[in-house]
C-alpha cells in the first residue's frame, strides 16, 4: 500500500455511520469481543451520550455494503469514558458487511510523531453522499492524555470517525477523531487543530467481554458512575503535556482513565 487512495478505500470497509435521534456521528469497528459473539464499534463518546442517557435507539449504517442495524437501548452496551470522549457500541454479530477482523491498532507504547502525516474518514453534515477523506499532519502529542493535535479540519459529523496513518506500506489505526479546536484568539474562528485519542484501552475492553450480559454489566458501572450531564467540553486542558517527537509513550502519569473524580 503506497497511496493515500488505497488506505482510504481499505478503510473505508470499516467505517460506519451513526444516527440518533439528536445527533449523527462516525464509527468504525475496532474489534471482536472475547467470546467472538460481538463486535465492537468505536466512536466519539459525545455521538451517543444524548441517547445513551435518554434511551433512545441508535441506527448504525455501513455505507459500502448498504446495510444497516437499528439498535435499542436492549440491543446493545454502550461502553464509555465521557473525560476521554471515547466509547464502543457493542452489540451481537449481525450482518452489516464488515471485515472478519478490524484494521491493526497502533501499539499502546508508540505513537505517531509530530510532523507525520495521517488522515480520517467521517460524515460531514455538509454532505450526503458518504464518508469523506480528510488528511493533516500531527503537530503535537499529548502523553499524559494520550492525544494528537493535528493540523486538519474535522468538521460536525466527523466526530468519531478513524484516524489512520501508512508506515511501511501498511495500514495502522492511531486513534479516534473527537473534536476541532478552531482559533478564536482574535475574536474570530480562524483554522484550528483537530483532536485525535487513542483507543488501545477501549479494545482492551472489547477483547476482555465473553458475554453480552458482561458487557450490559459493565454498561451500567459506567453509567453509575458518570453524571446526569456528561462534559460538553471534549477539548485537551491548555498546557497538557510536553512536545515529543520519539515514537515511544514511556510512562502514563496522568492517563485521564486512572484519574480520582
Same mark, same amino acid.
Given at each position: 500500500?503506497?497511496? &493515500?487512495?488505497?488506505?482510504? /478505500? %481499505?478503510?473505508? =470497509?470499516?467505517?460506519? /455511520?451513526?444516527?440518533?435521534?439528536?445527533?449523527?456521528?462516525?464509527?468504525?469497528?475496532? !474489534?471482536?469481543? #472475547?467470546? !467472538?459473539?460481538?463486535?465492537?464499534?468505536?466512536?466519539?463518546?459525545?455521538?451517543?451520550?444524548?441517547?445513551?442517557?435518554?434511551?433512545?435507539?441508535?441506527?448504525?449504517?455501513?455505507?459500502?455494503?448498504?446495510?444497516?442495524?437499528?439498535?435499542?437501548?436492549?440491543?446493545?452496551?454502550?461502553? =464509555?469514558?465521557?473525560?476521554?470522549?471515547?466509547?464502543?457500541?457493542?452489540? +451481537?454479530? /449481525?450482518?452489516? !458487511? *464488515?471485515?472478519?477482523? +478490524?484494521?491493526? *491498532?497502533?501499539?499502546?507504547?508508540?505513537?505517531?510523531?509530530?510532523?507525520?502525516?495521517?488522515? &480520517?474518514?467521517?460524515?460531514?453534515?455538509?454532505?450526503?453522499?458518504?464518508?469523506?477523506?480528510?488528511?493533516?499532519?500531527?503537530?503535537?502529542?499529548?502523553?499524559?492524555?494520550?492525544?494528537?493535535?493535528?493540523?486538519?479540519? =474535522?468538521?460536525?459529523?466527523?466526530?468519531?470517525?478513524?484516524?489512520?496513518?501508512?508506515?511501511?506500506?501498511?495500514?495502522?489505526?492511531?486513534?479516534?477523531?473527537?473534536?476541532?479546536?478552531?482559533?478564536? *484568539?482574535? !475574536?474570530?474562528?480562524?483554522?484550528?487543530?483537530?483532536?485525535?485519542?487513542?483507543? $488501545?484501552?477501549?479494545?482492551?475492553?472489547?477483547? $476482555?467481554?465473553? $458475554?453480552?450480559?458482561?458487557?450490559?454489566?459493565?454498561?451500567?458501572?459506567?453509567?453509575?458512575?458518570?453524571?446526569? $450531564?456528561?462534559?460538553?467540553?471534549? *477539548?485537551? +486542558?491548555? #498546557? %497538557?503535556?510536553?512536545?515529543?517527537? #520519539?515514537?515511544?509513550?514511556?510512562?502514563?502519569?496522568?492517563? +485521564? %482513565?486512572?484519574? /480520582?473524580?
Amino acid at each position: 500500500m503506497q497511496h &493515500w487512495s488505497e488506505a482510504a /478505500k %481499505a478503510m473505508m =470497509a470499516h467505517v460506519v /455511520k451513526i444516527d440518533t435521534p439528536t445527533k449523527s456521528g462516525t464509527g468504525f469497528f475496532i !474489534g471482536n469481543s #472475547g467470546g !467472538g459473539n460481538l463486535i465492537g464499534i468505536a466512536t466519539a463518546a459525545h455521538v451517543l451520550d444524548h441517547a445513551h442517557l435518554w434511551e433512545q435507539p441508535v441506527r448504525v449504517t455501513h455505507a459500502v455494503s448498504g446495510r444497516s442495524v437499528f439498535l435499542k437501548p436492549a440491543d446493545r452496551a454502550v461502553l =464509555a469514558n465521557w473525560e476521554r470522549d471515547t466509547a464502543a457500541l457493542v452489540f +451481537p454479530k /449481525k450482518d452489516l !458487511g *464488515l471485515e472478519a477482523s +478490524p484494521v491493526d *491498532l497502533i501499539a499502546p507504547d508508540k505513537y505517531v510523531p509530530v510532523g507525520s502525516e495521517i488522515a &480520517w474518514l467521517g460524515y460531514p453534515g455538509v454532505s450526503r453522499d458518504g464518508p469523506c477523506f480528510f488528511s493533516g499532519r500531527v503537530s503535537f502529542y499529548s502523553v499524559g492524555l494520550e492525544r494528537y493535535l493535528v493540523d486538519g479540519v =474535522a468538521i460536525q459529523g466527523v466526530s468519531g470517525g478513524p484516524a489512520f496513518n501508512m508506515s511501511n506500506g501498511a495500514l495502522t489505526l492511531i486513534g479516534v477523531v473527537s473534536a476541532y479546536i478552531p482559533n478564536r *484568539l482574535t !475574536g474570530e474562528s480562524l483554522p484550528g487543530l483537530s483532536v485525535v485519542v487513542d483507543v $488501545s484501552s477501549l479494545k482492551s475492553q472489547i477483547a $476482555s467481554i465473553r $458475554s453480552f450480559g458482561a458487557a450490559k454489566s459493565q454498561e451500567t458501572q459506567q453509567t453509575q458512575a458518570v453524571s446526569a $450531564s456528561p462534559p460538553a467540553d471534549v *477539548l485537551p +486542558p491548555s #498546557g %497538557a503535556g510536553k512536545p515529543n517527537s #520519539g515514537t515511544t509513550k514511556g510512562r502514563r502519569a496522568s492517563s +485521564p %482513565a486512572k484519574r /480520582k473524580k
